[in-house]
Nanobody, 125 residues
Framework: VQLQASGGGLVQAGGSLTLSCTAS????????VGWFRQAPGKAREFVGT????????FYADSAKGRFTVSRDNAKNTAYLQMNDVRPEDTAVYYC???????????????????WGQGTQVTVSS
């Protein structure tokens, strides 16, 4: 299973950015997708996740109201829409999927087995 995260870049505070996560190597639709981030000098942390149906999402408190996780199973792609970004959102963003089909996602990093390489998001003040 390969995950490719893309869409990162430099954005001003208050702006928006959409990250994409494209999967290959297995059927995409039966698996939840999670987004995590790691800022310099900090541990990787949960951002948000979407169930395999796309109907349910969960977010970290820092992302609620500003970020939206979605997916397009026809395109084997999940998205992280980031609005009203802040300098503290600066991090490498990763997407990840579990091994189990139809699994209700959690916020726990250990529950995700396959990881993309990450994409850098830098928010300037």
């Amino acid at each position: 299973v390969q995950l490719q995260a893309s869409g990162g870049g430099l954005v001003q505070a208050g702006g928006s950015l959409t990250l994409s996560c494209t999967a290959s190597g297995r059927t995409f639709s039966p698996y939840a997708v999670g987004w995590f981030r790691q800022a310099p000098g900090k541990a990787r942390e949960f951002v948000g996740t979407v169930t395999w149906t796309g109907r349910t999402t969960f977010y970290a408190d820092s992302a609620k109201g500003r970020f939206t996780v979605s997916r397009d199973n026809a395109k084997n792609t999940a998205y992280l829409q980031m609005n009203d970004v802040r300098p503290e959102d600066t991090a490498v963003y990763y997407c990840a999927t579990p091994a189990e089909r139809h699994w209700t996602p959690t916020m726990a990093e250990r529950d995700y087995v396959y990881w993309g390489q990450g994409t850098q998001v830098t928010v300037s003040s």
